[in-house]
């Protein structure tokens, strides 16, 4: 099956949580590339780009975020193939 690339808005108390980390950790150990960066509206935007059950674990994720955070909402938009060799926190 052919690699998925996901575009997430994530919304809640989402900065200031270490959701940027722990997403970027739980990316790596999924083996999906892409990037996570906090905006300035409070939330925080991420792409997820692998294997299609991996990209499906990060956003179940980033629906509940580490133990501080509180996620209110998750907006999801697929998008072409970038690939991306890794994944970065910007």
């Given amino acids: 099956m052919s690699d998925r690339r996901v575009r997430v808005i ?5 900065q200031g949580v270490a959701f940027r980390a ?3 950790d739980a990316a790596r150990r999924a083996g999906v590339a892409g990037f996570v960066r906090n905006r300035a509206d409070g939330s925080v ?13 990060l956003l ?16 999801i938009s697929d998008e ?3 690939g991306d060799a ?4 910007r």
Wanted: glycine share 12%; aromatic share 6%.
């Fill in 80 to 82: 072409p193939i970038a």
């Fill in 22 to 24: 722990c997403t970027a």
């Fill in 45 to 57: 935007e991420a792409a997820f780009e692998g294997e299609p059950g991996a990209v499906d674990a």
């Fill in 10 to 14: 994530v919304r809640g108390r989402v």
């Fill in 86 to 89: 890794e994944f970065s926190i």
């Fill in 60 to 75: 179940a994720f980033v629906r509940r975020g580490p133990p501080a955070a509180r996620v209110t909402g998750v907006e």
